[in-house]
C-alpha cells in the first residue's frame, strides 16, 4: 500500500474541511451567540493537521484499489472526528460521544439526533450540522477531487470506493472532471431549492439550512418539529420534488444535458423508483384515509411527504406517523430497506440493487422450470456479469447480517424492539428517523454510550456500502 499518498491525501480532505467551516464561522460572527470561538479554534486545527499531513513526500502517486479503500473509510472517519469539535468547542453538545454522534449522522446523511432542544442552538452551529450533510451527500472525497485535482494521482478507486450504488459510472475521460460535473449538478439543483424556498417564504437561513439538508438527503431542520413547524403546503411540495429529484441518479442529469433523453425514460431502475413511490403512497393514502386525516387533500399531503423522505433518506417529517396504522408503517420500513438509486445522494440498499435481486430470483425459480435453458440477467437491455450478480447477493447479505447483529447488540439497552430494530435500520440506511422512541418526534438521546458509537458505525458502513469500512478489519487489507 502507498501509505504516505494516503496520508496526503488524507491532509487534502482535512484542509478542505477546514474551508467548508467557513461559511457557518460567518454564520456565527453575523449572528453574535457566542459560538464564533468554536470555528475559530477548529479552523486552525484542521489546517495544522491537515498540512502536516499533506507535505507528507511521497516516492510514487499511484493509488491501487486498498489504498482507495483506506483513503475513504479513514477519510470518513477523520472527518467525522474533527467535525465534532466544534460542537464540543461550543458547549452546545458537551458530551464528546453525543458530538460524534452528531457529527456522523451529519456526514453520513443520516439525521439521527440526540438533541432534543434543536432551536436552543446557536445559528452557527445548526448552520455547520446541516452543511455537514451537504458535504456528505456528493461525498467529501469526491469534494476534494473537485477542488484540488492537483493530488495527482489515479482517483478513479476513490471514487469507486465513496460513491453509492455497484458501479459508478465514468462519463468523461478524467476523474476531476467527473467529480466537477457531479458538483456541477449538485450545486445548481441546491440553489434552485434555495430560490424556491425564498419565494415559498422561508427566510435565505432557513432556505439555506433545509436546502442543505434535502440535497445531502439528510433531513437536518433547524426547528424542533422539522418541515411541520412551518404548516405550508407549497413549501412541503417544494421539498418533496427536491427529495425526489436528489434520490435520482446523478448521470441522468448528464445525459439530459446531452438531449439524451430516451436513455433517462427508459432507464429501468428510475421507472421503479418512480413506480415504487407512487405506489406506496397510494397504499398509505388509501390505509389512513378516513383514520388519521378526514380530507382526501391533507391524505394526499403527507402520505407522499412522508413517501418521499423516507425513500430517498432524507428523514424530515410533517406527520408523526408513529400514530398511522401498522400497515402504512410496515410500507414506510419496507422505503427504509428499498431506498433511492444508485448514484443519488440517498441512502438504503439502493433501487438497482432490489432490481437485481429480484431478477436472481426469477431467473432461480426459471431454472427450475428449465435446467439446460440459458438465462441472463439484464438491465436497460444489457446483460449483467455474474460477478456483479454475486457482489449484489454478497452485499444484500452483509447488509442484513450487520443489522441482526447490530440489533442485538443495542437491545442491551433494554428498549423496546420496534425503537432497538429501527434504529438500527435507519442508521445503517441513512434515513434519520425509525418509529417507537427514535420516531419522528423522538430522538437517540437516551441510547447508551455503546449503542450510539455502534449506530455511529452503523451510519458510516451504510453510507459507504459497507466494503472500506469492512476492509479495515480484514487482516489480509
Same mark, same amino acid.
Given at each position: 500500500?502507498?501509505?504516505?499518498?494516503?496520508?496526503?491525501?488524507?491532509?487534502?480532505?482535512?484542509?478542505?474541511?477546514?474551508?467548508?467551516?467557513?461559511?457557518?464561522?460567518?454564520?456565527?460572527?453575523?449572528?453574535?451567540?457566542?459560538?464564533?470561538?468554536? +470555528?475559530?479554534? $477548529?479552523?486552525?486545527?484542521?489546517?495544522?493537521?491537515?498540512?502536516?499531513?499533506?507535505?507528507?513526500?511521497?516516492?510514487?502517486?499511484?493509488?491501487?484499489?486498498?489504498?482507495?479503500?483506506?483513503?475513504?473509510?479513514?477519510?470518513?472517519?477523520?472527518?467525522?472526528?474533527? *467535525?465534532?469539535?466544534?460542537?464540543?468547542?461550543? *458547549?452546545?453538545?458537551?458530551?464528546? #460521544?453525543?458530538?460524534?454522534?452528531?457529527?456522523?449522522? %451529519?456526514?453520513? !446523511?443520516? %439525521?439521527?439526533?440526540?438533541?432534543?432542544?434543536?432551536?436552543?442552538?446557536?445559528? %452557527?452551529?445548526?448552520?455547520?450540522?446541516? +452543511?455537514?450533510?451537504?458535504?456528505?451527500?456528493?461525498?467529501?472525497?469526491?469534494?476534494?477531487?473537485?477542488?484540488?485535482?492537483?493530488?495527482?494521482?489515479? =482517483?478513479?478507486?476513490?471514487?469507486?470506493?465513496?460513491?453509492?450504488?455497484?458501479?459508478?459510472?465514468?462519463?468523461?475521460?478524467?476523474?476531476?472532471?467527473?467529480?466537477?460535473?457531479?458538483?456541477?449538478?449538485?450545486?445548481?439543483? =441546491?440553489?434552485?431549492?434555495?430560490? /424556491?424556498? &425564498?419565494? *415559498?417564504?422561508?427566510?435565505?437561513?432557513?432556505?439555506?439550512?433545509?436546502?442543505?439538508?434535502?440535497?445531502? !438527503?439528510?433531513?437536518?431542520?433547524?426547528?424542533?418539529?422539522?418541515?411541520?413547524?412551518?404548516?405550508?403546503?407549497?413549501?412541503?411540495?417544494?421539498?418533496?420534488?427536491?427529495?425526489?429529484?436528489? %434520490?435520482?441518479?446523478?448521470?441522468?442529469?448528464?445525459?439530459?444535458?446531452?438531449?439524451?433523453?430516451?436513455?433517462?425514460?427508459?432507464?429501468?431502475?428510475?421507472?421503479?423508483?418512480?413506480?415504487?413511490?407512487?405506489?406506496?403512497?397510494?397504499?398509505?393514502?388509501?390505509?389512513?384515509?378516513?383514520?388519521?386525516?378526514?380530507?382526501?387533500?391533507?391524505? #394526499?399531503?403527507?402520505?407522499? +411527504?412522508?413517501?418521499?423522505?423516507?425513500?430517498?433518506?432524507?428523514?424530515?417529517?410533517?406527520?408523526?406517523?408513529?400514530?398511522?396504522?401498522?400497515?402504512?408503517?410496515?410500507?414506510?420500513?419496507?422505503?427504509?430497506?428499498?431506498?433511492?438509486?444508485?448514484?443519488?445522494?440517498?441512502?438504503?440498499?439502493?433501487?438497482?440493487?432490489?432490481?437485481? &435481486?429480484?431478477?436472481?430470483?426469477?431467473?432461480?425459480?426459471?431454472?427450475?422450470?428449465?435446467?439446460?435453458?440459458?438465462?441472463?440477467?439484464?438491465?436497460?437491455?444489457?446483460?449483467?456479469?455474474?460477478? @456483479?450478480?454475486?457482489?449484489?447477493?454478497?452485499? /444484500?447479505?452483509?447488509?442484513?447480517?450487520?443489522?441482526?447483529?447490530?440489533?442485538?447488540?443495542?437491545?442491551?439497552?433494554?428498549?423496546?424492539?420496534?425503537?432497538?430494530?429501527?434504529?438500527?435500520?435507519?442508521?445503517?440506511?441513512?434515513?434519520?428517523?425509525?418509529? *417507537?422512541?427514535?420516531?419522528?418526534?423522538?430522538?437517540?438521546?437516551?441510547?447508551?454510550? $455503546?449503542?450510539?458509537?455502534?449506530?455511529?458505525?452503523?451510519?458510516?458502513?451504510?453510507?459507504?456500502?459497507?466494503?472500506?469500512?469492512?476492509?479495515? /478489519?480484514? @487482516?489480509?487489507?
Amino acid at each position: 500500500m502507498n501509505f504516505r499518498m494516503i496520508f496526503k491525501i488524507l491532509g487534502a480532505v482535512l484542509c478542505v474541511e477546514a474551508a467548508c467551516m467557513v461559511p457557518s464561522l460567518l454564520v456565527s460572527l453575523i449572528y453574535q451567540q457566542g459560538d464564533a470561538r468554536s +470555528f475559530l479554534l $477548529s479552523i486552525p486545527v484542521l489546517i495544522i493537521v491537515g498540512t502536516g499531513l499533506y507535505r507528507i513526500k511521497t516516492v510514487t502517486n499511484n493509488i491501487y484499489a486498498r489504498d482507495g479503500f483506506a483513503i475513504v473509510a479513514l477519510g470518513w472517519l477523520l472527518v467525522s472526528i474533527f *467535525g465534532a469539535l466544534p460542537y464540543v468547542i461550543s *458547549g452546545a453538545i458537551p458530551s464528546v #460521544i453525543d458530538a460524534l454522534f452528531e457529527s456522523v449522522s %451529519g456526514f453520513s !446523511t443520516t %439525521g439521527a439526533s440526540i438533541l432534543k432542544d434543536i432551536e436552543a442552538l446557536p445559528r %452557527g452551529i445548526l448552520f455547520w450540522r446541516s +452543511f455537514t450533510q451537504w458535504m456528505g451527500g456528493m461525498g467529501v472525497l469526491i469534494l476534494t477531487l473537485a477542488v484540488l485535482p492537483y493530488v495527482k494521482a489515479d =482517483t478513479l478507486h476513490i471514487m469507486k470506493a465513496e460513491t453509492p450504488g455497484p458501479a459508478p459510472e465514468k462519463f468523461v475521460p478524467k476523474i476531476g472532471q467527473v467529480a466537477k460535473i457531479l458538483y456541477a449538478i449538485y450545486f445548481i439543483l =441546491t440553489a434552485l431549492e434555495v430560490i /424556491f424556498l &425564498l419565494a *415559498g417564504g422561508m427566510s435565505l437561513y432557513d432556505a439555506l439550512i433545509h436546502a442543505f439538508a434535502t440535497a445531502g !438527503t439528510g433531513g437536518f431542520s433547524n426547528r424542533n418539529h422539522s418541515v411541520a413547524a412551518y404548516d405550508n403546503l407549497s413549501l412541503e411540495v417544494i421539498i418533496t420534488v427536491f427529495m425526489l429529484l436528489f %434520490g435520482i441518479n446523478f448521470t441522468h442529469y448528464y445525459s439530459l444535458f446531452k438531449g439524451n433523453l430516451k436513455s433517462v425514460l427508459r432507464d429501468e431502475e428510475l421507472r421503479f423508483y418512480a413506480g415504487t413511490v407512487v405506489a406506496a403512497t397510494i397504499f398509505i393514502v388509501l390505509n389512513i384515509y378516513g383514520k388519521i386525516f378526514y380530507s382526501f387533500g391533507e391524505t #394526499i399531503r403527507y402520505s407522499a +411527504f412522508q413517501v418521499s423522505a423516507i425513500i430517498t433518506s432524507t428523514g424530515f417529517s410533517t406527520a408523526d406517523f408513529n400514530v398511522w396504522p401498522v400497515f402504512s408503517q410496515c410500507v414506510l420500513l419496507l422505503l427504509m430497506f428499498i431506498g433511492a438509486s444508485a448514484g443519488s445522494t440517498g441512502g438504503g440498499i439502493k433501487c438497482i440493487r432490489v432490481i437485481l &435481486l429480484l431478477k436472481i430470483i426469477r431467473r432461480e425459480a426459471a431454472k427450475i422450470i428449465h435446467p439446460r435453458a440459458i438465462h441472463t440477467v439484464t438491465i436497460n437491455g444489457k446483460p449483467i456479469a455474474e460477478e @456483479t450478480l454475486t457482489r449484489v447477493m454478497v452485499f /444484500f447479505f452483509l447488509y442484513i447480517f450487520i443489522i441482526a447483529v447490530s440489533v442485538l447488540a443495542v437491545s442491551l439497552d433494554g428498549k423496546d424492539m420496534l425503537s432497538s430494530a429501527t434504529a438500527v435500520i435507519a442508521a445503517i440506511g441513512n434515513i434519520g428517523p425509525g418509529l *417507537g422512541a427514535v420516531g419522528p418526534i423522538g430522538s437517540y438521546a437516551d441510547f447508551s454510550v $455503546s449503542s450510539k458509537l455502534i449506530l455511529s458505525i452503523c451510519m458510516i458502513v451504510g453510507r459507504l456500502e459497507i466494503y472500506p469500512i469492512l476492509l479495515l /478489519f480484514s @487482516t489480509t487489507f
